[in-house]
């Protein structure tokens, strides 16, 4: 394996499209490992570690949104970026609300697909135009939603560790992204819960109970 190269893992049960994103990405990807259904999928994901998993929502035994939960609730690192026919809002906020770095529609595997692969790895949020217009639904969806529920798995993960203490630089680290990645979650994180500083967060998150006062004398949260 040559592991100088990004890892992919692929999630997907037809066969022709498993192939043509193999096509596209082995150039500049090391293909890790396939799965057509959702318990090999999550068994091997876990155990290949590849940096970013692309998967389609409507696989055997269930839903592509399932794979997310269960293996970013282990390694919250492993990036996904959904690959799927379906543009319906519901499978859309599914997916988003897992976990998935970005949204593609599978006309996106052609000779743009290494680039967009690279920019979810970069820590962008590529969006296919025909979902696009769905975001702005799920951002209303969500505002119905009260406090640090309203956050995405990833954004939990930091007021988790920034109100136990941590400094963003260990944030970043633990959870293997880049400080100028930890402060977009940042930004998105004050603006749904209308705080403004990491002290004004550490407060909601103990007040809400989402986060439990440590220990006396229980040093540094490792």
Same mark, same amino acid.
């Given at each position: 394996?040559?592991?100088?190269?990004?890892?992919?893992?692929?999630?997907?049960?037809?066969?022709?499209?498993?192939?043509?994103?193999?096509?596209?990405?082995?150039?500049?990807?090391?293909?890790?490992?396939?799965?057509?259904?959702?318990?090999?999928?999550?068994?091997?994901?876990?155990?290949?570690?590849?940096?970013?998993?692309?998967?389609?929502?409507?696989?055997?035994?269930?839903?592509?949104?399932? #794979?997310?939960?269960?293996?970013?609730?282990?390694?919250?690192?492993?990036?996904?970026?959904?690959?799927?026919?379906?543009?319906?809002?519901?499978?859309?906020?599914?997916?988003?609300?897992?976990?998935?770095?970005?949204?593609?529609?599978?006309?996106?595997?052609?000779?743009?697909?290494?680039?967009? #692969?690279?920019?979810?790895?970069?820590?962008?949020?590529?969006?296919?135009?025909? #979902?696009?217009?769905?975001?702005?639904?799920?951002?209303?969806?969500?505002?119905?939603?009260?406090?640090?529920?309203?956050?995405?798995?990833?954004?939990?993960?930091?007021?988790?560790?920034?109100?136990?203490?941590?400094?963003?630089?260990?944030?970043?680290?633990?959870?293997?992204?880049?400080?100028?990645?930890?402060?977009?979650?940042?930004?998105?994180?004050?603006?749904?819960?209308?705080?403004?500083?990491?002290?004004?967060?550490?407060?909601?998150?103990?007040?809400?109970?989402?986060?439990?006062?440590?220990?006396?004398?229980?040093?540094?949260?490792?």
């Amino acid at each position: 394996m040559n592991t100088d190269r990004p890892t992919v893992f692929l999630v997907e049960d037809e066969p022709l499209t498993r192939a043509g994103a193999r096509h596209y990405l082995n150039d500049r990807f090391e293909v890790v490992g396939e799965a057509d259904n959702v318990t090999d999928a999550i068994a091997m994901i876990q155990e290949r570690q590849p940096d970013i998993v692309l998967l389609d929502i409507h696989i055997r035994e269930g839903n592509g949104a399932a #794979v997310v939960s269960e293996v970013k609730r282990h390694h919250p690192h492993i990036k996904f970026l959904a690959l799927t026919v379906s543009t319906a809002k519901s499978d859309v906020l599914r997916l988003t609300q897992a976990g998935v770095e970005g949204y593609l529609t599978k006309q996106a595997v052609g000779p743009e697909l290494p680039d967009l #692969v690279d920019d979810a790895l970069a820590g962008g949020r590529p969006i296919s135009r025909q #979902v696009a217009a769905h975001l702005l639904d799920i951002d209303e969806d969500l505002e119905s939603v009260d406090g640090i529920e309203r956050l995405t798995p990833k954004e939990r993960q930091v007021v988790a560790l920034v109100a136990r203490g941590y400094t963003y630089r260990e944030v970043a680290r633990d959870l293997e992204i880049s400080v100028k990645t930890l402060e977009s979650h940042i930004s998105h994180i004050f603006q749904k819960l209308g705080v403004a500083s990491r002290h004004e967060l550490a407060a909601l998150a103990f007040e809400t109970g989402f986060v439990a006062p440590s220990p006396p004398y229980g040093g540094h949260p490792r």
